[in-house]
């Protein structure tokens, strides 16, 4: 799915959401032990708020963070920039398997990078958009 002039795109969600989920439906105190690490994760790494949703975007100059709907049956992107970088900073991308859905890295030249969970629905995009980001055929 490509939405809002991206060349490729997915919804993201921030870094230890998947992880702080599953800390919710386990429950008790291991299941708040599991979310409290989370939490930790989400500030370190995303510029996404806790809860919220976005979609990433990958355009000819530039990659872009987009604000998202959450919707009935899918989300919904917004033309709300919550993030922006020239693809010039960009230095690689990354996408890791989990269980449950995948860890989408973007690294830039100042050595900061932008961590995102891909639930196992959105992987396709991410997948595309590594392959964009590092010259990689695309899937």
Do not use: C, N
């Amino acid at each position: 799915m490509v939405e809002l002039g991206t060349l490729a795109g997915t919804f993201v969600e921030p870094r230890g959401t998947i992880v702080s989920v599953v800390g919710g439906a386990i429950g008790g105190r291991i299941g708040d032990g599991i979310r409290d690490g989370a939490d930790g994760q989400m500030a370190a790494a995303s510029p996404m708020t806790p809860g919220s949703i976005g979609y990433l975007g990958v355009r000819s100059d530039s990659v872009v963070l987009f604000h998202a709907k959450r919707g009935l049956f899918s989300p919904k992107a917004t033309e709300q920039v919550v993030a922006s970088a020239p693809r010039t900073e960009v230095s690689g991308a990354s996408l890791d398997g989990v269980r449950l859905g995948s860890l989408l890295t973007v690294a830039f030249r100042d050595g900061s990078s932008w961590q995102f969970d891909i639930p196992k629905i959105h992987k396709k995009g991410a997948q595309e958009i590594v392959a964009l980001l590092t010259g990689q055929p695309r899937v």
